[in-house]
Nanobody, 127 residues
Framework: QVQLVESGGGLVQAGGSLRLSCAFSGRTFSTYAMGWFRRPPGKEREFVAVIAWSDRNTYYAAYADSVKGRFTISGDNVKNAVYLQMNSLKPEDTAIYYC?????????????????WGQGTQVTVSS
């Protein structure tokens, strides 16, 4: 079993920054992907970013158009963690943010391709 725990959410003013963390434990494969998704109030869960790597080597990263240039995803296989650095935050970034693991390493934006999910962390961006 794989367990994911998000942290780092909070309240921030527009233009500010937050760094989300996702710690994962349990079995992992040499090649896998970790994604960030979010659910804005009253909306469906949506893709934010994904990173895929083999051991300590990152080989792919992708972002939703809405966050390109503002968010950066990174991972640390030694610490078994993935991060989402969020800069220039906007009110429309307000959402519950989830991390997810795809043990097949597909680096997909599709929710259906992820095997494990965290409980989410709230990010609120005020105007």
């Amino acid at each position: 079993q794989v367990q994911l725990v998000e942290s780092g959410g909070g309240l921030v003013q527009a233009g500010g920054s937050l760094r989300l963390s996702c710690a994962f434990s349990g079995r992992t494969f040499s090649t896998y992907a970790m994604g960030w998704f979010r659910r804005p109030p009253g909306k469906e869960r949506e893709f934010v970013a994904v990173i895929a790597w083999s051991d300590r080597n990152t080989y792919y990263a992708a972002y939703a158009d809405s966050v390109k240039g503002r968010f950066t995803i990174s991972g640390d296989n030694v610490k078994n963690a993935v991060y989402l650095q969020m800069n220039s935050l906007k009110p429309e970034d307000t959402a519950i943010y989830y991390c997810a693991a795809d043990l097949r390493g597909r680096a997909s934006s599709a929710i259906r391709n992820y095997d494990y999910w965290g409980q989410g962390t709230q990010v609120t961006v005020s105007s």
